[in-house]
């Protein structure tokens, strides 16, 4: 009953007694009670949910104080020395490879930013796995890199705990985490009955319990401590596991986890009887009786298949074979189920059954930093390996689970201290070759390669889950980090059961994924297992023997290699024997995987380089040599097969696996070994047998015969060529390659980049990413002696990134020197490393390119022949496949059938030919080598030796033939009965010469394997039916004859340099002599045979002397007697090809010539008033009309009101104005906290509030003829300059609309392309027909007055706006309208008070207008300094738009009581009465806007306006604007500079030409503007501050001008645009007046010589000062409301900065690391995708469903706001800029780029990013230009999702 009194009272009392009680020394009383209150407290048998019991907890751990204040005390006796730091996927960490000692070590933020790197090698990284911060741990990095907080060594300085500060967490936690697992064991059903949901729900409820965990690991080492004593106490484990006698639901519970535990073994307790039964611990040796059992059916009852663990069945083959591994391994604990001794190791096995939930796996990682605890977990994790991979196997959330294994896993075994401790003590290493052995055993299937009836192989199911998903991708992982330990890799270098294991694991890989050539139909289904294929190869099988290799560097390690090598060849031995291999493979079937194979050749290869073995001590006899090298001859076949299309009926995949095999990651682990061990057989075995087995495997032996028609039973012509270039190639790269034969690390880096380079320019992370890396995980240096980076700068030049106007953003990339191009440019090395042939082709061009560039060589060169580095002594024998008869016939016949023409030879065959040769002239034979000749039936007729050199000039007579009938070189005469003969292959024909490859081949097989002739005679080839349809009509009989040759090798080749040469005797008698060597190098194929006869004359005079007398008497080529059909067929087929290829030639050069011509009118209609402007200087009238070309219909005339023409043009909505400030500097992006942007400084928002302000006090109409909108959500309008019909057009759209072509615009929104220069578009403006340029413009200036042309001017505004008579033009020029007020948001349109009044039309209007000529201004650099046309004024449609507007505004004509002008021009009667009307009152005219009023007056009046018209309302207006100035400079003084200006300015008034004073004005207007005393009184404070300076006249002068030019600028422009004027240029001092003389407001002759006076532009209709007192009046007049605003209202500030993009940091990370963690301002969370507007500094969730609004997204919303639906937005976790535009959207590309000049999308590589100027001016520049649309040409729709 105690337990419940005590759950009554107050916790933290109770919890205080109980620890006071516990703290005696008696304290049994304590003990019991605190054991009772827990019992009912911490009762499993309540829902986990239920809090109390952890709130029960915390406060009796804390022991009565607050849980808060115990976490502190406990944390300040921390002692930890390593951060520990645990992170789940996706979390962004750092590796630095500087720092690191093992590959896997990884930094938190912190730790990284607190350490030193600076120049370290080092990448930022999203984690993928999860994992742990090494900061701290000496065992993983260096210590110098440790950060400041863990580079102290904490532990000595803290004081040590003070015992009962944790006595209460010692009593309490075992008792909770019992709690936690009975809850763990209560929740669990076996996976067949639940639902994985089941799982998870359970895991959800016991979420705050496990958190709690969590939190005390966090409380530091002190804690750490006290968990780990409880974890891994085996008598605590014991007392409570099975709970109390009496309790039934411990017992209950128990039993569950009892029967949880049964099948945690690799074999379960059924199958356990079994294997007994079969009796199989007979104490073999290990490995041997695992192999006898991979061959065989496992032993056990038919039922086998039926229990769980079989669940899936035999595929394929009856049953599954499992493997019975029981008896081999040492340690019987794998195999048995686990039995659990400590609280830690049923916590794991409960993780694991719960499939790695990821908070139990971040409280087993916290733990990791006490030693204690790392050890025991270790071990745990080690005992419950096979039970994890059971589980993952079943899982089916494999790829988590994965992820959550090598969480765990890596960071256990990156430590080599303890992975060597539990390789001792747990047999790590056994464990894991078992478990996974284990696994590959659920999904073996019969080998069907060579004998598929009878083969015992089994091979790996490449289609099964388990390799389709990677599944064992974890422990294989595990495996490769445990090897790279020297010493454990050495323990299992030692272990020869272990290896033998290993080998039968490996040869579970050899040959899977057998492909088989479709010889009828096209293949039905297209397998794409070879992915898995070859992931499996490279990571089960090469990986770790990259990482055992590490390891035998050294000639210590000689015996390991031995061992390896050993058993490497047993187990191959075992695979021939078990697939029932004898000497022939089967034909159309190939494998691209034999681990076996290159595990031998790359062991064989480190011996020999590194730990000088003899080769032919680890080297089998010749038969199994011969065995060897068939398969990956096989493969090299094939892939020439592949090539020429023979596999065509297999699909692409086909191609994928040849690509794959010879890729950059793949090739040194596959291609390379393949090629070396070829050469290592090549080297030991006969060379004639070889080069005739290379000759067979491609299939081109029929082809080899002097014959000029042969049949080939097994290829049809047309790929004959590509398989004989394919076999030749191949030679030449088999005798010239050294990567594996003598060449050093470095030189070896050297080629790959060469060739790498030579292919392509290379970015620097593609090139890092192309060069094979010697598989360690990458690193900076390349293994070898030289670093990648010194490697690079000796072989290669930077070019830094180039930024194309067109906008493609390219990226710095590497290009080869130029000696490298002359002196290492290796096209053997380009062809080994190509994955797509026309890489090859890339190659060759750019050295054609260079040659040319460089002068060396102008034609088509050749593939240069580069000479070799020397072979490593082992590998002599290589040279003997260059200096063996059969190759020299094969050269002799190839040269003779290239030089009389026979079909299906090639350039490259001839050139393929000669590199042969070469090389044979450059590798000797050492003559003592020699052995004395065999007695050879077959050829020494043809050859004496079987040296090149001596060979060359051996002429050759007679060479008897079999031919079909029908050839030619059939001699009409009865043949002689010949039978006998052709039947013998051997006998000696007394003149000519028989040629046979397979019989020679044949025969010297037999030499060596002593069979019975029988086996031997085989067939070697399947009968010609069987391999391709024979047309009725069997194939002619063939017939032997004899051909008269009377060549030599040298003869032959002299003339092939005839005939290339096309000169009859190309070469003198005497040309030896006088030959230059030097030129040899590069050149085409003439050079190549000269320099190979240079060379046979240098080394033998024999062959000088023939040299020299062929030379002397050579005669052209006599080709055979009879011309056959077939013949002439090719003959005619090529001339055929001559002429059409001339055809195309003519064609495209008149299709070249029209286009130019048509580009050169195109652009003449660039501008329609660029011919008026010509004309400017005479003042003839132009009277011709314009005429417009259309670029769809191509006629050309005038637009007219019936038909009329438009220019293409681009709406756009556009705030680029609003987003313009004060200062010319940009905003800075805010990268911490204190940082803001402030957005009421820029022009839109103070727009906005003015109008606002107006608003308030003044009468609606007016309001909105004072000011202009368009700042914000403007409509700009601009034009690609090209011109249609309308009606044109309209079919055009039509057209569009039908076309089902995705296109990246959408026809609905009326956008298009423009049919001529595909710029984008989606409007037509209409051109007005009639004059170029108004005719009453070019009236001859009246020297009319000023007052009479204001009157008139008056007189044309009262003339009511004549409705335009209906036709196409006005309907059109209404469309267009509506086109306008469709491209911006109505929130831009309606700013009046009452919507769709025709006043807001009115502004809507005119405000396009000013939008667009201010964007031009902008354009053109803010000032009209550089004068003439400029980029912007060609996009420029100003002129039409013009027309367009006027004529919409015509239809609103003013009032004339509120017609501005009057009140502008004239003094009027005040009218005092009104002023207290209910009606506000109107804006005065102080306030308005002057830009404004001047295109509100030139468009409402009629058109064409007269320019002296145009100059009088722009000298009114001035007027205005001037006096504005005055008044805001007033408002600047202090009061005091008020005084004394306006008096001394009084003084001048009556002076002559005070109304052109400055003075005398400002005077005038102070003393107005004072009558009201709270215009200058509202602000004194502020006012005061500002003028710190004092005026003087000059700055006086300056601020007025300054004032004036925004509006000159504008009317010079509009002036430009409607009459044409010029533009003159001039410096920015001599602006004002420059301008000022263009718009007549003073004489060019008047224009003084001092500087100019800005109020001498002034000309008044009426007395000055009467005018500006009136206009003060309405000032002063206004109400005491009003008035205390006139202030804000009268200061204005027309001049802005150009707009700019915010100034971002130099350095990528202070954005990544300050934004990418930053939550969001909406939504409150840390967005996923987080993205910054670059206009405005907002930060938005990109795509993120949070902050949807109607269904948008945050960052199409913002670019609605910000932008008017222009967006252009950097993603923080990609580094890239997208630009929204509308509907559509496009990535623009990063401008941040690394030390390389390369971008980082998605910040893969985590390289460090610099701020790259040109490009961020470049998006700047397309941003105000608005020319993302032109520029970009990727653009996709968003749907809103953004």
């Given amino acids: ?133 090494d900061c701290g741990d000496s065992n993983v990095m260096r210590e110098s890199g440790f950060c400041r907080r863990h580079r102290l060594r904490t532990g000595e300085n803290v004081p040590s705990v003070p015992r009962d500060l944790l006595l209460m967490s010692e009593m309490v ?743 042969l040769i070469e090389l044979g002239l450059d590798n000797q034979v050492q003559e003592e080598d020699e052995e004395p000749c065999i007695e050879e039936h077959c050829h020494d007729s043809w050859f004496p030796g079987t040296n090149l050199l001596s060979n060359l000039h051996h002429v050759i007579n007679f060479v008897r033939v079999r031919v079909p009938e029908t050839a030619p070189e059939v001699k009409r005469d009865p043949p002689p009965s010949t039978s006998s003969e052709t039947s013998s292959f051997g006998q000696n024909l007394r003149e000519a010469q028989v040629f046979s490859l397979v019989a020679e081949r044949r025969r010297k097989f037999q030499e060596i394997i002593n069979r019975s002739n029988t086996e031997a005679t085989q067939v070697v080839r399947p009968k010609s039916s069987s391999t391709r349809w024979v047309p009725p009509g069997t194939p002619p009989q063939l017939v032997t004859e004899i051909l008269e040759i009377r060549e030599s090798m040298l003869s032959l080749l002299i003339k092939l340099h005839q005939k290339l040469s096309a000169k009859q005797n190309s070469l003198s008698a005497t040309w030896l002599e006088d030959m230059d060597t030097s030129r040899h190098t590069h050149g085409d194929g003439i050079t190549a045979i000269e320099r190979i006869l240079t060379k046979a004359a240098t080394r033998s005079r024999q062959s000088k002397r023939s040299i020299q007398e062929i030379c002397g008497k050579v005669c052209p080529p006599v080709p055979p007697k009879k011309n056959s059909p077939t013949d002439k067929k090719t003959m005619d087929k090529e001339e055929r090809r001559q002429r059409a290829r001339e055809r195309q030639q003519k064609l495209l050069a008149e299709f070249a010539s029209r286009q130019k011509s048509f580009m050169e009118t195109a652009m003449d209609v660039e501008s329609p008033d660029a011919e008026a402007a010509m004309d400017l200087g005479s003042s003839e009238v132009m009277e011709s009309e314009v005429l417009y070309d259309c670029v769809i219909c191509g006629q050309s005339g005038p637009s007219t009101e019936d038909r009329p023409t438009g220019l293409v043009v681009l709406l756009q909505a556009s705030s680029v104005l609003g987003h313009r400030c004060k200062s010319e500097e940009a905003k800075k992006l805010p990268t911490s906290d204190e940082e803001h942007i402030y957005p009421a400084d820029t022009c839109g928002a103070a727009h906005d509030v003015r109008l606002t302000l107006m608003q308030r006090f003044f009468k609606d109409s007016s309001c909105l003829q004072s000011v202009s909108i368009g700042w914000d959500g403007g409509v700009y309008v601009q034009t690609c300059g090209h011109t249609l019909h309308i009606d044109c057009h309209k079919s055009y759209m039509e057209s569009l609309r039908n076309d089902q072509v995705l296109q990246g615009f959408s026809v609905d929104k009326g956008e298009f392309t423009c049919p001529l220069c595909r710029q984008f578009a989606n409007s037509v403006l209409p051109c007005r027909p009639g004059q170029g340029m108004e005719a009453g413009a070019w009236h001859p200036s009246t020297n009319k007055k000023i007052c009479q042309l204001v009157n008139e001017v008056e007189d044309l505004q009262e003339q009511l706006g004549l409705f335009p008579t209906e036709s196409n033009l006005s309907k059109e020029m209404e469309l267009v309208i509506k086109d306008i007020k469709n491209t911006t948001q109505k929130k831009y349109m309606d700013y009046g008070k009452n919507p769709g009044s025709p006043d807001n039309d009115f502004l809507f209007m005119y405000s396009v207008a000013r939008t667009n000529l201010e964007l031009e201004l902008v354009h053109r650099g803010g000032n009209l300094c550089s004068g003439g046309a400029s980029a912007a004024a060609k996009r420029s449609c100003l002129n039409q738009l013009f027309h367009v507007l006027a004529m919409h505004m015509r239809l609103y004509s003013i009032d004339s009581a509120y017609n501005p002008w009057s009140r502008l021009t004239r003094v009027t009667q005040s009218r005092e009465a009104d002023g207290f009307d209910e009606e506000r009152p109107e804006v005065p005219m102080l306030f308005r806007d002057v830009p404004s009023l001047l295109i509100i007056f030139v468009l409402t009046m009629p058109q064409p306006l007269r320019k002296d018209h145009f100059t009088c309302v722009v000298k009114m207006l001035y007027n205005l604007q001037y006096t504005q100035a005055l008044a805001t400079l007033s408002a600047k003084f202090s009061p005091e500079e008020r005084q004394a200006w306006s008096i001394s300015g009084a003084l001048k008034k009556n002076a002559a030409n005070a109304e052109k004073s400055f003075e005398a004005l400002l005077s005038h207007v102070v003393s107005e503007l004072s009558k009201d005393k709270s215009v200058y009184t509202a602000k004194t404070e502020e006012t005061t501050m500002l003028s710190s300076s004092v005026w003087s006249p000059q700055s006086i002068e300056f601020s007025l001008q300054q004032f004036c030019l925004p509006f000159l600028r504008l009317s010079c422009l509009l002036q430009h645009h409607l009459y044409g004027d010029n533009l003159a240029g001039c410096l920015e001092e001599e602006e004002f007046s420059t301008l000022a003389v263009c718009l007549g407001l003073i004489t060019p002759a008047s224009q003084p010589s001092n500087p100019m006076h800005s109020a001498s532009c002034l000309e008044w209709a009426v007395n000055a000062f009467d005018l500006v007192s009136q206009w003060c009046a309405e000032v002063t007049g206004l109400s005491e409301t009003q008035a205390e605003q006139s202030l804000t209202l009268l200061v204005q500030d027309p001049v802005w900065a150009a707009p700019r993009l915010l100034q971002l940091p130099d350095s990528y990370n202070i954005i990544f690391q300050y934004y990418h963690r930053k939550a969001c301002t909406a939504c409150r969370k840390v967005p996923k995708d987080p993205a910054l507007c670059l206009v405005c500094g907002a930060f938005v969730c990109l795509k993120g469903l949070c902050c949807k609004q109607h269904g948008i997204c945050e960052c199409v919303l913002h670019s609605q706001h910000c932008g008017a639906a222009t967006g252009i937005f950097l993603l923080i976790n990609a580094s890239v800029i997208i630009i929204i535009r509308g509907h559509r959207f496009c990535l623009w590309g990063s401008v941040y780029l690394d030390a390389h000049g390369e971008e980082d999308r998605d910040l893969r590589r985590g390289k460090p990013l610099f701020l790259c100027e040109e490009r961020y001016r470049v998006l700047e520049q397309q941003w105000v230009s608005h020319t993302f649309d032109h520029i970009n040409k990727r653009w996709g729709p968003h749907y809103n999702g953004l």
């Fill in 173 to 915: 936690l075992p008792r909770f985490i019992i709690c936690i697992i009975q809850y763990l064991r209560d929740g669990y059903t076996e996976p067949d009955t639940s639902s994985e949901r089941d799982l998870q729900k359970v895991l959800q409820q016991l979420d705050p319990q496990i958190s709690f965990l969590e939190e005390l690991t966090k409380m530091g080492g002190a804690m750490r401590t006290v968990l780990t004593k409880i974890l891994t106490n085996q008598q605590t484990f014991k007392d409570l596991s099975m709970g109390q006698e009496e309790n039934m639901y411990a017992k209950k519970n128990y039993e569950k986890y009892l029967s949880a535990l049964k099948n945690s073994g690799l074999v379960s307790v059924e199958e356990k009887a079994q294997a007994g039964a079969a009796d199989l611990t007979a104490g073999a040796e290990g490995g041997a009786v695992a192999l006898g059992l991979l061959g065989g059916i496992s032993p056990g009852s038919p039922d086998d298949s039926s229990k769980e663990e079989d669940q899936d069945g035999g595929q394929s083959v009856g049953q599954r074979k499992r493997v019975k591994l029981s008896s081999t391994t040492k340690d019987p604990s794998i195999m048995d189920s686990l039995k659990h001794k400590c609280f830690l190791e049923e916590l794991l096995f409960w993780t694991i059954k719960y499939e790695f939930p990821q908070k139990m796996v971040t409280f087993l990682l916290n733990m990791l930093p006490d030693q204690d605890y790392k050890i025991t977990f270790t071990k745990t994790f080690v005992q419950h390996y096979a039970f994890i991979m059971k589980t993952l196997m079943k899982s089916h959330e494999s790829d988590t689970m994965s992820n959550r294994i090598v969480h765990i896993s890596v960071q256990l075994f990156s430590n080599e201290e303890l992975a060597r401790h539990v390789t001792e003590e747990c047999q790590l290493l056994d464990i894991m070759v078992t478990v996974l052995l284990y696994m590959m055993e659920s999904c073996l299937i019969k080998s069907e390669l060579q004998d598929e009836e009878n083969s015992r192989h089994v091979v790996v199911n490449c289609g099964e889950a388990l390799l389709k998903n990677n599944t064992y991708w974890p422990l294989v992982s595990d495996f490769i980090n445990i090897l790279s330990h020297q010493s454990v890799a050495k323990k299992f270098l030692e272990d020869h059961s272990l290896l033998m294991l290993w080998m039968s694991f490996v040869s579970f890989f050899q040959g899977m994924n057998l492909n088989k050539r479709e010889l009828n139909e096209h293949v039905e289904f297209e397998s794409q297992t070879y992915y898995a294929a070859f992931a499996a190869e490279l990571e089960a099988c090469a990986q770790p023997m990259w990482g055992l290799l590490t390891h035998c560097k050294v000639k210590e390690t000689q015996e390991y290699t031995k061992t390896v090598v050993r058993y490497c060849l047993e187990t191959m031995q075992i695979w021939f024997d078990a697939i029932g291999f004898i000497d022939e493979p089967t034909p159309n079937q190939v494998t691209f995987h034999l681990p076996l194979h290159r595990y031998y050749a790359m062991f064989l290869s480190k011996a020999v380089k590194c730990q000088g073995l003899d080769l032919d001590s680890l080297l089998p006899d010749q038969e199994m040599l011969m065995k060897i090298m068939v398969h990956p001859l096989q493969i090299q076949a094939s892939l020439s097969e592949i090539h020429s299309n023979m596999w065509v009926r297999n699909g692409l995949q086909i191609k994928g696996q040849a690509m794959t095999y010879v890729q950059s990651h793949f090739c040194n682990s596959m291609i390379d070994p393949d090629i070396y061990l070829l050469q290592v057989c090549a080297s030991r075995l006969d060379p004639d047998y070889f080069i005739s087995s290379v000759f067979e495997r491609f299939k081109v032996v029929d082809l080899l015969t002097m014959a000029s028609q042969h049949q080939n039973a097994v290829l049809d012509s047309e790929q004959e060529r590509p398989m004989l270039e394919g076999a030749l190639t191949f030679l030449v790269i088999l005798t010239s390659l050294r990567i594996h034969l003598g060449m050093a690390d470095d030189e070896i880096l050297r080629a790959e980049m060469v060739s790498q380079l030579c292919m392509n320019d290379r970015t620097h992370s593609s090139l890092l990413d192309l060069i094979p890396e010697n598989p360690n995980p990458k690193s900076g240096i390349v293994p070898g002696s030289c670093s990648f980076e010194e490697m690079l700068s000796a072989v290669a030049d930077f070019k830094a990134p180039v930024f194309e106007p067109g906008g493609s953003m390219q990226q710095g990339m590497y290009t080869p020197k130029a000696e490298v191009w002359e002196k290492e440019f290796d096209p053997i090395m380009v062809v080994l490393r190509t994955v797509y042939r026309r890489d090859v082709q890339s190659a060759m061009d750019r050295y054609a390119a260079f040659l040319k560039q460089s002068g060396i060589h102008t034609g088509n060169p050749w593939p240069p022949y580069k000479e070799r580095t020397p072979l490593h002594p082992c590998y002599k024998g290589l040279v003997r496949l260059l200096h063996c008869k059969t190759l020299h016939i094969v050269i002799f016949t190839l040269l003779y059938k290239i030089w009389m023409d026979h079909q299906n030879m090639s350039e490259h065959v001839l050139c393929m030919v000669l590199y």
């Fill in 1 to 133: 009953m105690m337990a419940a009194s005590l759950l009554r009272r107050d916790k933290r009392a109770i919890a205080a007694r109980l620890k006071a009680d516990l703290n005696r020394t008696d304290n049994s009383a304590g003990v019991r009670q605190l054991r009772e209150l827990l019992d009912s407290v911490l009762n499993p048998e309540k829902p986990a949910a239920d809090t109390e019991a952890l709130d029960w907890c915390k406060c009796l751990i804390a022991g009565g104080d607050g849980f808060e204040e115990f976490c502190r005390t406990v944390r300040s006796y921390d002692n930890a020395t390593l951060c520990g730091l645990v992170w789940t996927a996706n979390f962004v960490a750092y590796r630095c490879r500087t720092c690191g000692i093992s590959p896997c070590m990884s930094l938190c933020a912190e730790c990284f930013n607190n350490g030193d790197h600076t120049g370290h090698d080092f990448n930022m990284f999203r984690s993928q796995a999860g994992g742990a911060c």
